[in-house]
Protein backbone atom coordinates (compact mmCIF):
# COMPACT_ATOMS: atom_id res chain seq x y z
CA UNK A 1 0.00 0.00 0.00
CA UNK A 2 1.02 3.14 -0.82
CA UNK A 3 2.50 5.69 2.19
CA UNK A 4 0.48 8.57 2.38
CA UNK A 5 2.52 11.31 4.05
CA UNK A 6 0.04 13.56 4.94
CA UNK A 7 -1.75 10.45 6.88
CA UNK A 8 1.06 9.58 8.57
CA UNK A 9 1.84 13.12 9.58
CA UNK A 10 -1.75 13.47 10.98
CA UNK A 11 -1.15 10.03 12.52
CA UNK A 12 2.30 11.60 14.18
CA UNK A 13 0.11 14.45 15.39
CA UNK A 14 -2.80 12.16 16.62
CA UNK A 15 -0.26 10.39 18.83
CA UNK A 16 0.27 13.27 20.78
CA UNK A 17 -2.61 13.02 22.72
CA UNK A 18 -2.38 10.83 26.22
CA UNK A 19 -3.31 7.28 25.63
CA UNK A 20 -3.91 7.60 22.23
CA UNK A 21 -1.00 5.04 21.07
CA UNK A 22 -0.20 4.18 16.81
CA UNK A 23 -3.11 1.91 15.85
CA UNK A 24 -5.51 4.32 17.53
CA UNK A 25 -4.05 7.40 15.79
CA UNK A 26 -4.16 5.21 12.48
CA UNK A 27 -8.01 4.00 12.69
CA UNK A 28 -8.73 7.97 13.77
CA UNK A 29 -7.09 9.44 10.87
CA UNK A 30 -8.63 7.01 8.33
CA UNK A 31 -12.28 7.70 10.19
CA UNK A 32 -11.43 11.17 9.67
CA UNK A 33 -11.09 11.00 5.83
CA UNK A 34 -14.69 9.43 5.63
CA UNK A 35 -15.47 12.93 7.09
CA UNK A 36 -17.54 15.36 4.97
CA UNK A 37 -15.30 18.65 4.15
CA UNK A 38 -17.61 21.15 6.66
CA UNK A 39 -17.44 18.07 9.11
CA UNK A 40 -13.65 18.66 9.31
CA UNK A 41 -13.85 22.54 9.24
CA UNK A 42 -15.49 22.50 12.26
CA UNK A 43 -13.80 20.11 13.86
CA UNK A 44 -10.38 22.50 13.37
CA UNK A 45 -12.06 25.45 14.41
CA UNK A 46 -13.49 23.94 17.60
CA UNK A 47 -9.37 22.48 17.88
CA UNK A 48 -7.90 26.10 17.31
CA UNK A 49 -10.18 28.19 19.12
CA UNK A 50 -10.11 25.80 22.37
CA UNK A 51 -7.45 27.71 23.76
CA UNK A 52 -8.96 30.76 22.89
CA UNK A 53 -11.91 30.51 25.06
CA UNK A 54 -10.78 28.19 27.91
CA UNK A 55 -8.37 29.65 30.59
CA UNK A 56 -7.44 28.76 33.98
CA UNK A 57 -9.49 30.62 36.81
CA UNK A 58 -7.42 33.13 38.51
CA UNK A 59 -8.65 32.33 41.70
CA UNK A 60 -9.02 28.38 41.55
CA UNK A 61 -6.93 27.24 38.32
CA UNK A 62 -10.30 25.32 37.35
CA UNK A 63 -10.86 25.68 33.52
CA UNK A 64 -13.61 28.39 32.48
CA UNK A 65 -14.36 30.31 29.67
CA UNK A 66 -15.68 33.35 32.14
CA UNK A 67 -13.56 35.86 34.17
CA UNK A 68 -14.27 33.63 37.28
CA UNK A 69 -15.14 29.87 37.30
CA UNK A 70 -18.76 29.06 38.49
CA UNK A 71 -17.26 27.11 41.78
CA UNK A 72 -15.74 30.50 42.79
CA UNK A 73 -18.55 32.14 41.65
CA UNK A 74 -20.73 30.21 44.03
CA UNK A 75 -21.85 32.04 47.05
CA UNK A 76 -23.19 29.07 48.36
CA UNK A 77 -19.41 27.67 49.13
CA UNK A 78 -17.87 27.72 51.38
CA UNK A 79 -14.19 29.67 51.88
CA UNK A 80 -13.56 27.30 54.87
CA UNK A 81 -12.84 23.88 53.19
CA UNK A 82 -10.42 24.22 49.87
CA UNK A 83 -9.62 20.46 48.14
CA UNK A 84 -6.03 20.96 46.42
CA UNK A 85 -5.50 18.76 43.24
CA UNK A 86 -3.27 18.95 40.68
CA UNK A 87 -4.55 19.38 37.59
CA UNK A 88 -8.18 20.40 36.57
CA UNK A 89 -9.92 17.46 35.61
CA UNK A 90 -9.11 15.66 38.94
CA UNK A 91 -12.23 17.60 40.30
CA UNK A 92 -14.81 16.01 38.35
CA UNK A 93 -14.92 13.39 40.13
CA UNK A 94 -15.84 15.15 43.53
CA UNK A 95 -17.85 17.42 41.96
CA UNK A 96 -19.83 14.24 41.37
CA UNK A 97 -20.38 14.25 44.91
CA UNK A 98 -23.59 15.55 46.11
CA UNK A 99 -22.55 16.69 50.07
CA UNK A 100 -19.19 18.60 49.15
CA UNK A 101 -19.67 22.27 49.15
CA UNK A 102 -16.16 23.47 49.59
CA UNK A 103 -13.94 25.36 47.10
CA UNK A 104 -10.63 23.91 45.30
CA UNK A 105 -7.42 24.91 43.90
CA UNK A 106 -5.58 23.58 41.30
CA UNK A 107 -1.42 23.19 41.73
CA UNK A 108 -0.57 22.84 37.76
CA UNK A 109 1.68 19.62 38.35
CA UNK A 110 3.01 17.62 41.10
CA UNK A 111 6.40 18.24 42.82
CA UNK A 112 9.04 14.94 42.22
CA UNK A 113 11.70 13.54 40.75
CA UNK A 114 9.59 11.92 37.28
CA UNK A 115 7.78 15.19 36.68
CA UNK A 116 9.00 18.00 34.24
CA UNK A 117 7.34 20.83 36.30
CA UNK A 118 9.04 23.13 38.25
CA UNK A 119 8.10 23.79 42.21
CA UNK A 120 8.54 27.68 41.20
CA UNK A 121 5.98 26.75 38.57
CA UNK A 122 3.27 25.50 40.90
CA UNK A 123 0.19 27.80 42.14
CA UNK A 124 1.24 27.21 45.98
CA UNK A 125 2.21 31.23 46.65
CA UNK A 126 -1.89 32.01 45.26
CA UNK A 127 -2.89 28.79 47.55
CA UNK A 128 -1.17 30.11 50.31
CA UNK A 129 -2.57 33.31 50.00
CA UNK A 130 -6.02 32.10 49.96
CA UNK A 131 -5.86 30.65 53.15
CA UNK A 132 -4.67 33.60 54.51
CA UNK A 133 -7.66 35.62 52.92
CA UNK A 134 -10.29 33.36 53.25
CA UNK A 135 -10.10 32.08 56.31
CA UNK A 136 -9.58 28.25 55.52
CA UNK A 137 -9.98 25.92 58.07
CA UNK A 138 -9.19 22.93 56.24
CA UNK A 139 -6.85 21.63 53.19
CA UNK A 140 -7.55 18.35 52.00
CA UNK A 141 -4.68 17.27 49.62
CA UNK A 142 -6.08 15.09 46.90
CA UNK A 143 -3.18 14.36 44.73
CA UNK A 144 -2.86 11.13 43.17
CA UNK A 145 -1.26 8.08 45.48
CA UNK A 146 2.08 7.49 43.79
CA UNK A 147 5.56 8.59 44.45
CA UNK A 148 5.03 12.64 42.99
CA UNK A 149 1.14 13.00 45.06
CA UNK A 150 2.89 11.69 48.16
CA UNK A 151 5.78 14.06 47.78
CA UNK A 152 3.78 17.00 46.78
CA UNK A 153 1.46 16.58 50.12
CA UNK A 154 4.91 16.17 51.93
CA UNK A 155 5.94 18.97 50.60
CA UNK A 156 2.63 21.40 50.73
CA UNK A 157 2.16 19.69 54.53
CA UNK A 158 5.98 20.97 55.76
CA UNK A 159 5.18 24.51 53.58
CA UNK A 160 2.09 25.26 55.87
CA UNK A 161 3.70 24.03 59.35
CA UNK A 162 3.53 28.15 60.53
CA UNK A 163 -0.01 28.37 59.05
CA UNK A 164 -2.83 28.10 61.11
CA UNK A 165 -4.99 25.85 58.56
CA UNK A 166 -5.65 22.13 59.27
CA UNK A 167 -3.94 19.29 56.20
CA UNK A 168 -5.53 16.37 55.50
CA UNK A 169 -4.45 13.88 52.79
CA UNK A 170 -7.58 12.49 51.30
CA UNK A 171 -7.84 8.52 52.64
CA UNK A 172 -7.38 5.44 50.49
CA UNK A 173 -6.95 2.00 50.33
CA UNK A 174 -8.89 -0.91 50.20
CA UNK A 175 -11.93 -0.68 47.29
CA UNK A 176 -15.44 -1.28 47.82
CA UNK A 177 -16.01 -4.75 46.60
CA UNK A 178 -12.47 -5.95 46.60
CA UNK A 179 -11.53 -9.02 48.11
CA UNK A 180 -8.67 -8.29 51.14
CA UNK A 181 -6.74 -11.61 50.02
CA UNK A 182 -6.39 -10.24 46.65
CA UNK A 183 -5.03 -6.67 47.51
CA UNK A 184 -1.43 -5.86 47.92
CA UNK A 185 0.70 -5.22 51.12
CA UNK A 186 1.24 -1.01 50.45
CA UNK A 187 -2.65 -0.99 50.11
CA UNK A 188 -3.70 -2.31 52.54
CA UNK A 189 -1.20 0.05 54.63
CA UNK A 190 -2.76 2.92 53.44
CA UNK A 191 -5.75 1.64 54.02
CA UNK A 192 -5.00 0.73 57.88
CA UNK A 193 -3.83 4.36 58.20
CA UNK A 194 -6.56 6.02 56.75
CA UNK A 195 -8.95 4.40 58.99
CA UNK A 196 -11.59 6.09 60.74
CA UNK A 197 -13.31 5.68 63.66
CA UNK A 198 -16.87 4.32 63.95
CA UNK A 199 -17.63 3.78 67.38
Known amino acids: ?5 S ?54 GLYTENAICSICNDPERTDELIIVVAKPNDII ?30 NIDSLIERINKEKTKELI ?7 EGETTALYLAKLLEDIPVKVTRIGYGVAMGSQIDYVDSLTLHKSLEGRKEIK
Open 93 to 122: GFEQLANFHGRYHVLGGLVGTTSLTKISDL
Open 1 to 5: MEKLR
Open 7 to 60: IEELIDALKRLPSIGSKSAERMAFALLNFQQDDLDDLANKISSIKKKVHPCPIC
Open 141 to 147: IATNPNI
